[in-house]
């Protein structure tokens, strides 16, 4: 590259720059309001009935959650999508893989950021959740918040499970008071909000 369209590239640099951020910005505004076909999460003045979303850390601005919905795949169709469907109509906000992820999402990344930025977790437990790599780092990242914070985060469903089959996985969990998949999502989704209130 010679001296003259090394400084001719240069010049132009800021003008490319500046039009593939409108062009963006275009894109942005087009797709705003496209879903999955679930019903997107509730705007904060929707939520006056649980708590309110905590304030984005100084410089981020990923949305925050009340609630991380941590389930296995196959148990979506029998109770994660029916759950997040009563919970955001009962004016909760979800962090639901299905309604945040986007094509090219890392998943790791994505995961661990909606596992930081929710107030609790509520942890499908099944015999799929149990036989699962991801879901059990899911479990991991919310002991590991109570564990430093002191505070409760993990809110346990129980789905297709007894209580032998919990406390032989895990005798700590076996020991919580949990929701049972056998109630129905709306009487799950009750109790939930009621933890969420102030």
């Keep these: 590259m010679t001296r003259g369209t090394a400084e001719e590239w240069n010049r132009r640099l800021g ?46 601005h990923e949305p925050e959650y009340d609630l991380f919905l941590s389930h296995a795949s196959e148990d979506k169709e029998s109770i994660s999508r029916p759950l997040y469907a009563a919970l955001v109509a009962a004016g909760v906000s ?32 099944s015999p799929n959740f149990l036989s699962k790599h991801w879901t059990q780092r899911e479990l991991d990242g919310l002991v590991a918040r109570e564990t430093a914070s002191g505070e409760k985060a993990i809110l346990p469903i129980w789905h297709q499970l007894d209580r032998d089959t919990v406390l032989r ?17 709306e009487a799950l989704a009750r109790k939930i909000v009621e933890v969420l209130k102030p």
Aim: charged share 35%.
């Design 169 to 185: 996985h895990s005798p700590t969990l076996a020991d919580r008071l949990a929701g049972g998949s056998d109630e129905g999502v």
């Design 94 to 125: 979800v962090w639901f893989d299905e309604a945040v992820l986007r094509l090219g999402d890392s998943l790791r990344q994505k995961i661990d950021q909606g596992l930081a930025r929710c107030h609790y977790g509520v942890v499908i437990l």
């Design 15 to 60: 003008e490319l720059v500046r039009q593939r951020l409108d062009q963006r910005r275009s894109k942005l505004e087009r797709d705003r309001g496209l879903t999955l076909g679930y019903p997107a999460a509730p705007e904060r003045r929707q939520r006056a009935t649980v708590k309110a979303a905590r304030r984005p850390r100084h410089g981020h």
